[in-house]
């Protein structure tokens, strides 16, 4: 065994080895996120930097995918690294995992490669097989379309497995139940209709019931398991809302997928449902958070994790924010007739994915730190008092925020000028691009990108060295 406060992978049972490898994947794919992001919006206000070298084409559509792959292998490893203390057993299939995990690991790598090398050229089924499918935020070719949904059959049969012999408790009925709409939906969009508004509607089966719907509630798992390690929180509590947040799934998030059909050709009542029922699917999850925090009161807010439970709180506040608010906002039909498709939606989209779900995946980078450490404690009194993290904390919290400000600025004005006055006319749009305020934004959403940028590398930097010269041990808290 390491002494306490090095970082050694005997700490770690067999799950939590392999969560390790996802989340390093996952913190590669993230940095290229942040990078290629800033890379397209300087391509936005610069249109000839790097053209023919590197197209914005290519750079948003790395940007997107790297943002879909490193949450998912984010998701993938906090599930893995709950899952041998939430079962009370030795991961079933591990090494069928680990196999899984690098032959995943090589296809991001060879789609990535491809996606650089190859940016131009004829469409023709070979290139659907194996460049790109052409379709926004699911690009990937056909083969490793069908590698994603082998990788996650493995995965779930590791985590159903596990669980069918060992203790099987609430957050493990809904994650298993969860993890098979995981694989089934990607099916949705893994067949070609001639038919724009068939094939869109099935598109959209994949990008909002995965975000929206199977990734929401695969988060109320993992946070579940998240405050009962860091608050001692009630197991009872977090279930509840676990149970909660699968009802208004059923109840809201599939009918909510119907405020994406407003324009594709559906029939009108989509307008109706989908208007009223966008915004409920966030509910759960900040309910939870709030609860366990307030059932916490009798440790007086005591937890061991400090930087844990502060992106906790912050994905709480984010998935409110971003996924209620932000997206409620537009989301009427009577609104996102004149908001669709300007910045307004990447307002929205930014503060969602990052309120949403990167928090939660930092939350657990922290706890995989702690444990890497030999369970050190990450709480009140850190020997630097923890300012890395918290600068880290403020920095990208800041930065997003100010990111996603200036994109309401920027698509307030498409909506007004472009939509409302111009009537989504050719010499609309580009009135609306050559505004000043449109132009800010977009300035203020590169500055505040880079903000972000030095966020992430004070992250990086904290995690690689948080909880170094401590010399306390953690302090389990019993649940209340």
Known sequence: MAALGEISLSNLNGGQKLAVKYYA?????????????????????????????????????????????????????????????????????????????????????????????????????????????????????????????????????????????????????????????????????MFFTPNVSIDQFWWWWVIHLWVEATWEVLVGCILAYALIKTLGARREIVETWLYVEVALMFGSGILGLGHHYFWIGTPDYWLSIGGFFSALEPI??????????????????????????????????????????????????????????TQWTASHGHLAFFGAFATVNIAFFYLAMQKLRGEVWMGAGLPDRGWKWKWSFALLNIGMLGMTVALLVAGYVQSQIERAIGGSSWSAYFDAQAHPWFQQGMWWREVFGVVILIGVVLLAWDLLTVGRRETRVIQTLEPA
């Open 25 to 189: 994947m996952a913190g590669v794919l993230f940095a290229a996120q942040i990078l290629f992001g800033l890379l397209a919006g300087l391509q936005y206000l610069m249109p000839d930097f790097l053209f023919g070298q590197l197209d914005f084409s290519i750079n948003r559509m790395v940007h997107i995918n790297a943002l879909v792959v490193w949450l998912l292998c984010g998701f993938i490893g906090s599930v893995y690294w709950m899952l041998e203390e939430e079962a009370q057993r030795p991961v079933v299939g591990l090494k069928l995992g680990n196999l899984v995990f690098w032959a995943f690991a090589a296809a991001v790598t060879i789609v990535v490669i491809v996606y650089l090398l190859v940016q131009t050229g004829r469409g023709e089924v070979a290139t659907i097989w194996l460049i790109t499918e052409g379709r926004e935020y699911i690009e990937a070719p056909r083969w490793a379309d069908i590698a994603i949904v082998a990788s996650v059959l493995v995965f779930f049969y590791n985590v159903a497995g596990t669980f069918a012999k060992g203790r099987y408790t609430g957050i493990a009925g809904v994650l298993v139940l969860d993890l098979i709409a995981l694989f089934g939906l990607y099916l949705a969009g």
């Open 284 to 341: 759960p999850l900040v309910a939870m958070v709030v609860h366990a925090v307030y059932d916490s009161g009798t440790h007086k807010m005591q937890n061991n994790n400090h930087p844990a439970f502060a992106w906790i709180i912050a994905a709480a506040f984010g998935n409110f924010l971003g996924a209620g608010v932000w997206g409620f906002m537009h989301t009427l039909p009577q609104i996102n007739l004149f908001t669709h498709g």
